[in-house]
């Protein structure tokens, strides 16, 4: 599997230590689709996920994560929210790095086809998050939340 890591600014690689390589190993996680796939990952401002968010929800306003997919082998971009990421995990009391990959496994999920538009949709991915995320090291997310 290819996984393409755009970092908007310098500044945001201070925040983990080889952070590309951790983006890649998180996605590679969470990934259980075609191993030729390539998915391009942007870590970028609020004003530039705000931009994409009006864009393609219709909400003016910037998001943690969006996920746009695509079809045959490039399965699609996540782009994160670096801003908006360290604010919730400040103000979640978490680890950034365990807060960036939870983002990372939520959008690689949602380039897989699952989604949380119904509660049994959202049962459904949320158990694969938590089960994701421990291979990782991680707890349980959204009993922190």
């Not at 951790?22 to 942007?42: H, R, T």
């Not at 400040?90 to 897989?112: C, D, N, R």
């Amino acid at each position: 599997m290819q996984v393409d890591i755009q970092v908007q600014k310098f500044c945001y690689y201070l925040r983990i230590w080889c952070l590309k390589s951790f983006c890649k190993k998180v996605i590679q996680n969470a990934w259980m689709g075609d191993e030729k796939a390539e998915v391009s990952v942007v870590l970028a401002d609020d004003g530039f996920v705000q931009s994409l968010n009006k864009q393609y929800r219709h909400k003016d306003q910037p998001t943690n994560v969006l996920s746009f997919e695509n079809e045959g082998l490039l399965a699609g971009d996540i782009v994160v929210a670096y801003q908006t990421t360290l604010r919730e995990s400040k103000e979640k009391e978490i680890p950034f790095h365990a807060h960036l990959a939870h983002l990372l496994t939520h959008g690689a999920l949602h380039l897989q086809g699952y989604d949380h538009l119904t509660d049994k949709q959202a049962e459904k991915m949320e158990k694969l998050e938590i089960k994701l995320l421990a291979k990782l090291g991680y707890s349980n997310s959204y009993k922190e939340y």
